[in-house]
C-alpha cells in the first residue's frame, strides 16, 4: 500500500527551498501551485528544476510521489528532513546577517544624522565646519602635548622621589636588622642571668627539700617496720567482723522471724477480741477506710441491728456527721440539733467508743 504524502508539505518545503536559493536562482524559478502547475513570477520565469525533470519525463510530481513504492518513500523522506534542516539551518544565519546588517546602518544613519532614503553625501560637513574642525584638533593635539610634556616631567619627579625613598628604605632595613639583632641578644643575655639568678636562689631550698625527704623516706621505713606485726592483727579483726557480721544477720533473721510470730499472734488475740466485743457489746467492726468507719450496732434490748457510718475528717479523726442505716423511730434523738453537742464532746474527747456507746444508748 502507497503512502499518502500531504502536497501542501511538499510545496511547503519546495517554497522554503526556494526562499534560501541565491537570487539569480530565483528569479528563474517558480513555485508549484495545488494543481502542480507553477505559479511564475511573471512571464519569463521557469518552473522549479524539480518540476522541470518531471515535465521532461510527462509525469507530474503528485504522479511520481503517488506511483513511488514504499520501500523507497522512507528514504525520500529521510532526505527530505536532512535537506529541512540544513535549509532551517541557512535561514537562521540569513537572519542573522539581515540584523547585523541592519543594526550597522541604523548606526550609520546616527552617527552622520543621515535621515532615512536619504543620500549621505548630501548632508556632508561644509568647509566652515571642516576649518573649525581642524582649528579645534590642532588645539588639541596642542593640549596633548603640554599634557604629556607635563607627564613626562612628573614621571621624572616620581622617579627621582622613588629612587630616594628605596635609599632611604634599604637604610632602614640595615638599621632594623642591627637593631634586631642586638634586642636578641640582650634578651638572651637577661634570660641567661634570670635562670642563674633562680638558680642560686632555690638552692637552698633545695637542699632543704633534699634533707626532708631523705627525714621522711626514714620515718616511712620506721613505719613500715612497725606496721608488720599489725598486719597479722588486721587479718584477724576482719575474720572477726564477718563472723560478728554473720551471727548479727542470723539474730536479725530470727528476731524477724518472732516478730511475725507475735504479729500473727496478737492478730488473731484482735480478731477473738473482736467477736468477743460483738457478743459482749453489740458493736462490729464492718468496715473502716480513711474517711469513715463504719459499724454494726445492736441496740440495748438486743432486737435490732443498725449500721453506724461515721464520716471523718480526712486530716484528723473527727467526726463530722453520723448515718443510722435504718433511721430510728425516734427521730427527735437523731436530730441534728440533738447530735451537733454530743459529736463536738466526742471530737474533744477524741474518744469514738464513748461516742458509740452514747449512740447505742439513743437506739430503740
Request: charged share 25%.
Given at each position: ?202 638552692t637552698a631550698a633545695t637542699e632543704a627539700l633534699r634533707a626532708e625527704h631523705q627525714q621522711l623516706a626514714g620515718e616511712i621505713a620506721s ?115 440533738a447530735l451537733s453537742p454530743l459529736l463536738q464532746q466526742a471530737n ?17
Open positions: 500500500m502507497a503512502a499518502v504524502v500531504d502536497l501542501d508539505v511538499v510545496r511547503s518545503y519546495l517554497e522554503v527551498v526556494e526562499a534560501a536559493a541565491p537570487a539569480s536562482f530565483r528569479s528563474t524559478t517558480a513555485l508549484p501551485g495545488p494543481d502542480g502547475a507553477g505559479e511564475a513570477a511573471d512571464d519569463n520565469q521557469e518552473p522549479l528544476h524539480v518540476e522541470k525533470a518531471f515535465a521532461e519525463q510527462g509525469v507530474s510530481l503528485q504522479e511520481m510521489l503517488a506511483q513511488a513504492p514504499d520501500a523507497a518513500l522512507p528514504g525520500a523522506l529521510a532526505r527530505i528532513a536532512v535537506e529541512e534542516h540544513r535549509v532551517k539551518e541557512h535561514l537562521k544565519k540569513l537572519k542573522f546577517n539581515y540584523l547585523e546588517l541592519q543594526t550597522k546602518l541604523h548606526f550609520l544613519e546616527s552617527v552622520i544624522a543621515v535621515s532615512p532614503g536619504s543620500e549621505p553625501s548630501a548632508v556632508g560637513p561644509s568647509e566652515e565646519a571642516a576649518a573649525e574642525l581642524e582649528l579645534e584638533v590642532a588645539h588639541a593635539k596642542r593640549d596633548l602635548k603640554r599634557v604629556k610634556e607635563e607627564t613626562a616631567e612628573r614621571l621624572q619627579r616620581l622617579e627621582a622621589v622613588s629612587a630616594e625613598v628605596a635609599s632611604s628604605y634599604a637604610e632602614y632595613v640595615a638599621e632594623y636588622e642591627q637593631c634586631r639583632a642586638m634586642v636578641l641578644d640582650l634578651h638572651a643575655r637577661l634570660q641567661k642571668r634570670r635562670a642563674q639568678e633562680t638558680l642560686q636562689t632555690h613505719l613500715e617496720w612497725e606496721q608488720r606485726p599489725l598486719q597479722g592483727n588486721i587479718r584477724d579483726l576482719e575474720d572477726d567482723i564477718e563472723r560478728l557480721r554473720k551471727q548479727s544477720q542470723a539474730d536479725v533473721t530470727r528476731h524477724d522471724n518472732d516478730t511475725d510470730t507475735s504479729a500473727a499472734r496478737m492478730a488473731a488475740w484482735y480478731t477473738s477480741m473482736l467477736a468477743l466485743l460483738e457478743a459482749a457489746c453489740g458493736i462490729a467492726v464492718e468496715h473502716i477506710a480513711a474517711d469513715a468507719l463504719v459499724l454494726r450496732v445492736r441496740n440495748t434490748a438486743n432486737t435490732t441491728t443498725y449500721r453506724f457510718t461515721l464520716q471523718l475528717e480526712s486530716t484528723h479523726l473527727h467526726v463530722r456527721q453520723v448515718v443510722v442505716d435504718p433511721p430510728p423511730a425516734e427521730s427527735a434523738a437523731w436530730s441534728t440539733t474533744a474527747l477524741r474518744d469514738l467508743g464513748w461516742l458509740v456507746r452514747q449512740l447505742q444508748h439513743r437506739l430503740p
